[in-house]
């Protein structure tokens, strides 16, 4: 649900599948990844729902700091500079409710 992830922060979710996702909100929009570093292919946060750098502007990635952008999910800065996060596809109802598209 769009309450659960507030403006400049983020959320993860476990898939069915067991996958790890996590969502975050910029400037009313939602974005959704993969929880996995294309640098080592682990997750990137250290402690729980902490994906974004300490401005709240970044994806940081906890292991080797590499910074996302919140809306591609580009590299910008670290060991992987100019890959990217896997980005999922969602949706916002009307209900409040984000879906994967
Ligand atoms: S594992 Fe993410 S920056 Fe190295």
Request: net charge negative; proline share 5%; hydrophobic share 35%.
């Given at each position: 649900?769009?309450?659960d992830v507030?403006?400049?922060?983020?959320?993860?979710?476990?898939?069915?599948d067991g996958e790890?996702?996590?969502v975050t909100q910029r400037d009313g929009m939602f974005f959704a990844y993969k929880n996995i570093c294309p640098h080592l292919q682990?997750?990137?946060?250290?402690?729980?729902?902490q994906f974004l750098d300490q401005d709240q502007e970044y994806?940081?990635?906890s292991?080797?700091?590499a910074l996302f952008t919140v809306e591609t999910?580009?590299?910008?800065?670290g060991p992987c500079t100019?890959?990217?996060?896997?980005k999922l596809a969602i949706s916002v109802h009307s209900d409040g409710g984000i879906y994967l598209s």
């Open positions: 649900m769009t309450e507030p403006e400049r922060e983020a959320r993860s979710f476990e898939l069915p790890n996702i996590f682990v997750e990137l946060e250290f402690l729980e729902n994806i940081e990635c292991t080797h700091g999910g580009e590299c910008v800065a100019g890959e990217f996060l896997q």
